[in-house]
């Protein structure tokens, strides 16, 4: 059984690198010819940009917020260092995971161990509240643009099929306890239902919380390329909302889907008719502001601490 879970696990990792590969091929080929424009290099609106880095402190309150509002619910008080050190920490090792999904690492060490295996089923439960906004938005983005940035054989019965599995993940969000059944852990099964039902209302807080981080992201996103003189409008919103989908989905292996991201962004806001470079610049820039930045800060922070 280890060594067929093994050989399954092996399997997955090498499709996702897989993936990866040919993500980052098409970012090579894409720009490998480009006739590069000047003009497109250059920031035409700063204050727009400065809105852009102010709103990153906001993104990461929000998180914030969701892991007081974990540690509130398993019934743990600690001193505010702890709980602002295991913040960081969670910080940095989510940083070298897919979508973030890691931070339960750095947060969890910082607790005795009967307390982690709690902590981590409720990090997760705020992690799963972001994938299933970032997928119903983004959905939603798909549907009213009518349109995609590939040539679907499905035709349009694709946006009902986008819209379906959106749906099944935010039922599922709200309906776990179904899933469990199939779980053959039974002490892991009784542990997470007894903090559901202890907290009813967790998930719906946790949700409001995605909600409004999703928010940030967007308007986040739309100030960097305004800031280098892209057009906007309600569809270039919907584009966003559609970009955050894909990217979700798009496979990864660390540092916050670096390379990946980019990738996923030109062939999204390609179909938009945005400029490839200025895609380029305005989602490494989003990357550098809210990941790359915080997680530099926390190390340091974290350093001085230990020290």
Known sequence: MAKAIKNRQTIFNFLKLLALVTLIFFLIQRFKNQDWNQ??????????????????????????RKWTLTLDCAGLQSEKSTVFHSFLAGMVTGMLTPNMLGNFIGRIL??????????????????????????????????????????????????FLIALVSCVFLVLYFRMEWLLKF??????????????????????RMLGLGIFRHLIFTVQFACVLY????????????????????????????????????????????????????????????WAMNLFLPTVISLVILKRAKT
């Open 183 to 204: 779980i053959r852990k039974r002490t892991f099964v009784s542990g997470l239902l007894a903090l559901l039902e202890r907290n009813k209302d967790l998930r719906i």
């Open 39 to 64: 003009d497109e290099m250059n920031l035409k609106h700063l204050g727009f940009l400065i809105i852009g880095i102010l709103l990153m402190p906001l993104n990461w309150w929000t998180e914030w």
């Open 110 to 159: 910082y607790f005795d161990r009967k307390h982690r295996v709690q902590l981590t089923l409720l990090t997760l439960i705020g992690s799963m509240s972001q994938f299933v906004v970032t997928m119903v938005v983004g959905a939603l983005g798909v549907i009213l643009l009518q349109k995609l940035p590939f040539e679907s054989p499905l035709g349009t019965a694709t946006y």
């Open 227 to 286: 800031a280098f003189d892209v057009d906007l409008n309600a569809t270039s919103v919907l584009w966003i909302w559609q970009f955050y989908f894909w990217v979700t989905l798009a496979p990864s292996l660390f540092l916050g889907k670096l390379g990946v991201r980019e990738s996923v962004a030109v062939w999204v806001f390609a179909a938009a008719g945005m400029p490839d470079f200025t895609v380029l610049i305005a989602t490494f820039s989003i």
